[in-house]
T-cell receptor, first 116, second 108 residues
């Protein structure tokens, strides 16, 4: 079945550093990938939609300069949290859909980000 | 009003019970309905999706959609401890909207 791989699964870093999270579609080409954020015991919140070869579309309230998204190929999208602070600590999850037309999203296993 | 309403539970049942999970939605424009299962500290796993009213069955899982009532359900038969997870309903595809998720515990 479709597999979405996310790396790293867990990262701890100091406040002020930038952190890059990778999302790969392993056995299919993903024109569109999605980035979500999830707080404990809450549902997923869509941050941005990433389209290969074009600028990402950010949801209202999400700082595009804070959360940089690059979708340079059909199998890789990256999310960089710039100058991370403790309030950026969260569970970040990517997803991708494959095939033509409407298809459901398949999710990676998430990245737990802890900013000290 | 949220676009997708889902009772967050928690829901606790004995092993072997039939589990019923439900969501309501407000926007009739959405045509696709999904159920995801999320284990702790993992990403959501797609269980089932459908785009029409009626039932769709896959093993012990049955998804039910009633578009006239804007109501979707997931039934789990012969529930197992391994079914213990958070179940998320979702509507739409590229503009997916999630319910809050229902935390289910199946006790041996």
């Amino acid at each position: 079945g479709a597999v979405v791989s996310q790396h790293p699964s867990w990262v701890i870093c100091k406040s002020g550093t930038s952190v890059k999270i990778e999302c790969r579609s392993l056995d299919f080409q993903a024109t569109t990938m999605f980035w979500y954020r999830q707080f404990p015991k809450q549902s997923l919140m869509l941050m941005a939609t990433s389209n290969e070869g074009s600028k990402a579309t950010y949801e209202q309230g999400v700082e595009k300069d804070k959360f940089l998204i690059n979708h340079a190929s059909l199998t890789l999208s990256t999310l960089t949290v710039t100058s991370a602070h403790p309030e950026d600590s969260s569970f970040y999850i990517c997803s991708a859909s494959f095939g033509v037309g409407d298809q459901p999203q398949h999710f990676g296993d998430g990245t737990r980000l802890s900013i000290l | 009003q949220k676009e997708v309403e889902q009772d967050p539970g928690p829901l606790s049942v004995p092993e072997g019970a039939i589990v019923s999970l439900n969501c309501t939605y407000s926007n009739s424009a959405f045509q696709y309905f999904m159920w995801y299962r999320q284990y702790s500290r993992k990403g959501p796993e797609l269980l089932m999706y459908t785009y029409s009213s009626g039932n769709k069955e896959d093993g012990r899982f049955t998804a039910q959609v009633d578009k006239s009532s804007k109501y979707i359900s997931l039934f789990i038969r012969d529930s197992q401890p391994s079914d213990s997870a958070t179940y998320l309903c979702a509507i739409g595809f590229n503009d997916m909207r999630f319910g809050a998720g229902t935390r289910l515990t199946v006790k041996p």
